[in-house]
């Protein structure tokens, strides 16, 4: 059975389709990339996908059960979590206190009962735990407007992750990073799926997409028009057309 299935999905936008009859199936324990040139609809299906939008038409199941009418943080409880190309963390909070206030607020529960719960200290020391995991303990306990790009972005996977996800959609993790910076991103996303975490990442910066991904699904004026292995799939004369123009 297919952890995640979209199923003919479809969304318009003033009378122009974003998403057109988009199906796509995920099983446990894959690594997808979706890919396009801007305004493929590629984000737009990620919001329909948790529950940020609602489709026009077509359906969502999440590990065998309909979810296109649930809210997101339904989702979330259920296991779906999405992660925002922009960080918007709470900025005069620890990076510990954002990875506890961020989980909750995720599952809809009351951020502030996160941090006043009899629970407190073991929810802390799991925040350790999940900011150890992603390479930045040693940041714990800077403030959020402290720290550069790179670590918020690593800290918002540590968030997602505290929600006990089974499938994390990463929107453009690696937008506004350096080199270097990206491919560090990229290794930890790589180990987060050997440890069996099933992921759908959007992503403009191709080199690593094709380095990390096992699977590669491409988008183009809000249609479908190639899945399959990374590099097989580059290699279709309309992908080629979708990043390169005509003349290719």
Do not use: W
Not at 105 to 125: D, K, T, V
């Amino acid at each position: 059975m297919n952890l995640l299935e979209i199923r003919e999905v479809t969304r318009a936008f003033g009378g122009v389709l974003a998403v057109d009859r988009v199906s796509l199936a995920v099983p446990p324990g894959a690594f997808l990339g979706l890919i396009g040139p801007n305004g493929a609809g590629k984000t737009t299906l990620l919001r329909l996908t948790c529950g940020l939008e609602r489709p026009d038409g077509g359906s969502v199941r999440f590990a065998g059960r309909e979810v296109t009418r649930l809210p997101p943080h339904r989702r979330a409880r259920a296991g779906m979590v999405l992660t925002h190309q922009v960080v918007r963390p709470f900025r005069d909070l620890t990076l510990t206190e954002n990875v506890l206030l961020g989980a909750a607020r995720e599952l809809g529960q009351n951020p502030l009962r996160a941090l006043a719960s009899f629970a407190y200290r073991r929810r802390r020391e799991e925040a350790a735990a999940l900011l150890r995991r992603v390479g930045i303990a040693e940041f714990a306990g800077r403030t959020a407007a402290e720290v550069p790009l790179g670590i918020l972005k690593r800290m918002q996977i540590a968030r997602a992750l505290a929600t006990g996800p089974r499938l994390l959609l990463l929107d453009e993790p690696l937008a506004g990073l350096n080199q270097s910076e990206a491919r560090a991103i990229g290794d930890l996303l790589t180990r987060l799926h050997a440890e069996g975490l099933t992921l759908v990442l959007i992503e403009h910066n191709l080199a690593e997409v094709l380095r990390i991904v096992e699977r590669l699904a491409v988008l183009d004026r809000g249609r479908l028009l190639a899945e399959g292995e990374p590099r097989e799939v580059m290699r279709e004369p309309e992908v080629r057309r979708a990043y390169l123009g005509e003349a290719a």
